[in-house]
């Protein structure tokens, strides 16, 4: 299990100006990540260093994205201002998350603008919903396309998490034993407690400017 990429859902402007904000910022040029059929959302990616990617993502006119929880999880965000979504752990195999949380993965896929269609299965996005400091899981079937491949990520690497919410609470989403510092080497979690609904604050970047924090 390693954290595989941050969502974030596009502001009031949209999803290209809200992806250019966050790029600036970053020093990364967005790359058009494609449409989601399943889900009815399209996305542009920002590529990481070590294996991870962020996420802008944005609602279509489209009845997938009024069925599939990924697509309601995405306007109800963009609809309350857009922000930070979700972060997503990546695992090789779906069985034990899948046992535990008494649920099955469901398939998704992308089609990007060159062609290439990525695939995965994805667990978890209705426990996002009813307690968005959660992550969701996702389990890659196209290792070879992943989205942090697709394009530079100008030495940027994802650093930290500040999440509103109980680390116990999401220690016990994700299997994990519950002691204090058990979390992925490199990326610093903070939790502080909620005020009003729990959910990801912020994520922070090393880049060669120096830290960012978005």
Known sequence: MRVDHVSYAAESDGLVPT???LASALGIEPCDG???PRFGTRNVILP??????????????????????FGQAVRAR???GG???????????????EQRLG???VPGNRH?????????????VKGLMADPQLPFYIQWITKDVHPSLLGSSGGVALSGFQIAGDP?????????PLRENYWEPGIDFSFVAPHGTPGLLSVSFRTTQGDVTL
């Open 78 to 80: 963009s609809e309350a």
């Open 168 to 176: 116990n609470r999401v220690r016990e989403w994700l299997g994990l």
């Open 34 to 36: 494609g449409i989601h």
């Open 48 to 69: 990481l260093e070590e294996g991870r990617f962020l996420e802008v993502v944005e609602v279509l006119d489209h009845p997938a994205s009024d069925k599939a929880p």
């Open 112 to 124: 990007r603008p060159d062609g290439v269609e990525l695939t995965w299965r994805q667990l978890g």
């Open 83 to 97: 922000g930070w979504m979700a972060w997503v752990v990546a695992v090789d195999d779906m069985t034990e998350p």
């Open 103 to 105: 649920r099955e993965a």
């Open 19 to 21: 992806a250019k904000r």
